[in-house]
């Protein structure tokens, strides 16, 4: 008996959209952008597609996501045969998390993974390669945005100029020096808090019991402890 040719009409897919947090406003890839080039697939090629599942504000560089766990789960459960995504990045930012699934789910042809851009699919060989040409161009992109950014990090260091928030005790002012770096400004409660400080710790005090008596008097830290 010969097996019947799998074809876009016997297709059940699960879509999936990501965006993280950054991403949010970025035209073409909000999560509307994604569901109405998911939906427009499955009616020009006759896709049965049972749902789409959305993660909101979560990275790619991790497959820790809950509609990701759940769009996986119904594959397993076999409420559909294939995944849908609009673009490999949507999927995950990390080689290594695309070949695992891959190698769980995609590789012996119960499941199949379709992304739209690039028109990766693992229904055949060529598709599987051309799969990993685009993992691969993505997790080159990812760790390239890495090395810029940690370099202007250190160039901005290496300027004096501060990174993060300003010290307890201070604030940026609106105005810059001649290279664009904001001035610190003394905050007077902030300060008299830290006067405060250095005169009980003179004393012999302890910073726990500093802390107990700052706490006491209902002085604040700053936001996240700063």
Known sequence: MRAQAHTDATKTAIGYVRVSTE?????????????????GYCRLNGINRIDIKADEGYSGSTLNRPALHAVLQMLRWGRANTLLVAKLDRLSRSLRDVCTLVDELFSDGRYHLLSLCGRVNTHSAAGRMARMHRANDSQFEREMISERTCDALQHMKAQGIRIGPAPYGYRFS????????????????????LRQTRELRSDGMKLHQIARLL???????RHKGI
């Open 23 to 39: 991403e949010k406003t970025t035209e073409g890839v909000s999560l509307d952008a994604q569901r109405d080039k998911l939906r």
């Open 215 to 221: 706490n006491d008097a209902t002085i604040q830290a």
């Open 174 to 193: 609106h105005d810059t020096d001649e290279n664009g770096r904001r001035w610190l400004v003394p905050l007077a409660e902030e300060q008299d808090v």
